[in-house]
């Protein structure tokens, strides 16, 4: 019974740490699609008040742990300022995401006013886009929002973020030795337990 204990301790370990392999899932392709918006100035048009989102493609090595990446760069020109605009003009940059030849859309939501001094650009948080990829997994893809983005005049930019985390479908051989590793364990922990006659 000494011989069997390492054994079957040596079939439960192989069968956590086949889950957790199995936890792990393969590098995701993410693409990210461009929006741009021209003249958003409120009561005129106006050749200023650009917003553009150029979207870039990354390959994450993804796990169930969430991680963060970049999903593009943004510019938000600003020309002469508006004094006396009361208009706040809402839109949506709808931004095409490819995830390993699947694709959905984020719909990111944002209004444009001023002040005067400044012109701003407010926006929303959207909702994730979820991909399924069947016995592959579900992958979840949240950007996180601008906030506000400001400018007295002139070109202001930056990097747009966004989170992937995967839950991967483990593979039918993984619950096999899953379930073998349990029952292992089941039978030692019977084997340990004191007969009721003594």
């Given at each position: 019974m000494s011989t069997a204990r390492p054994f079957i301790r040596h079939i439960a370990a192989a069968a956590l740490v086949s889950a957790s392999a199995a936890a792990t899932a393969q590098p995701v392709v993410i693409e990210v699609g461009s929006y741009a918006n021209s003249g958003i100035g409120a009561e005129f048009a106006t050749p200023y008040d650009n917003f553009t989102l150029t979207g870039q493609t990354s390959t994450i090595a993804a796990s169930a742990a969430p991680t963060v990446f970049t999903l593009g760069t943004f510019l938000f020109e600003v020309g002469p300022n508006c004094w006396s605009c009361t208009l706040t003009p809402s839109f949506n940059a709808l931004l095409d995401v490819t995830v390993d030849g699947m694709t959905h859309q984020f719909d990111l939501p944002y209004s444009w006013y001023s002040n005067g001094p400044n012109d701003f650009l407010s926006f929303a948080t959207p909702a994730p886009v979820m991909f399924d990829f069947g016995n592959l997994g579900l992958v979840a893809i949240t950007?996180?929002?601008l906030g506000i983005v400001s400018?007295?005049?002139?070109?202001?930019?930056?990097?747009?973020?966004?989170?992937?985390a995967v839950t991967p479908v483990p593979e039918p051989g993984t619950y096999a030795l899953l379930l073998?590793?349990?029952g292992a364990i089941s039978v030692v922990a019977r084997r340990r337990r004191p007969s009721a006659a003594g």
């Open positions: 950007i996180e929002s400018s007295p005049i002139g070109t202001v930019g930056g990097n747009v973020y966004g989170t992937i073998a590793g349990l």
